[in-house]
């Protein structure tokens, strides 16, 4: 009789520890919750420390983990500047399809110039979610001025004009 109230003791035991287990609340055991976790830039275009980047043909662009909210992305939360924090203009887009905004210059930026890129913390996802710090890198352009591409096989850039005498 003994042996079977130990053996019922014991799996009245282990029962009431998988169920404790099985019932936990997952905030407390440590899991995170997807809608609370704040977005991040996962690949900055250039790459930052990069150097002899194209000063005349430059795109900035930053890749998000996850989808943004298009109205958060703007020319005051992705900014471009020069040394001495000189504001650089441009145009900023949004590309839901691939969670990429993009800094185009209005013009050729200067050769051999270090640029700081920052996406501030104004930025949100479509949950709301603000980042957590604003995402800063810096590049430096090349010493002359890129040709433009050419395309395969040869002949006239489609970049470049035509002239008719």
Same mark, same amino acid.
């Given at each position: 009789m003994r042996t079977h109230n130990n053996h019922i003791i014991c799996f009245l035991a282990i029962l009431l520890i998988s169920l404790t287990i099985g019932c936990g609340d997952s905030d407390v055991n440590g899991a995170i919750n997807p809608a609370t976790v704040p977005p991040t830039v996962t690949l900055p275009t250039p790459s930052s420390?990069?150097?002899g980047v194209c000063p005349?043909?430059?795109?900035i662009s930053?890749?998000?983990s996850e989808a943004m909210n298009p109205a958060t992305i703007n020319a005051s939360t992705f900014t471009l500047t020069s040394p $001495? /924090?000189?504001s650089v203009s441009g145009t900023v887009t949004y590309v839901a399809a691939t969670n990429v905004a993009t800094f185009t210059p209005a013009t050729a930026l200067s050769l051999n110039t270090l640029y700081t890129a920052t996406i501030t913390t104004g930025v949100a996802n479509t949950s709301g979610i603000h980042m957590a710090a604003n995402f800063v890198?810096?590049?430096t352009t090349a010493l002359a001025a890129c040709a433009p591409p050419q395309p395969? $096989? /040869?002949g006239?850039?489609?970049l470049a004009s035509a002239c008719v005498f």
């Open positions: 420390g990069a150097t005349n043909a430059v795109i930053a890749t998000f $001495g /924090g000189v890198w810096s590049f395969p $096989g /040869g006239p850039s489609p």
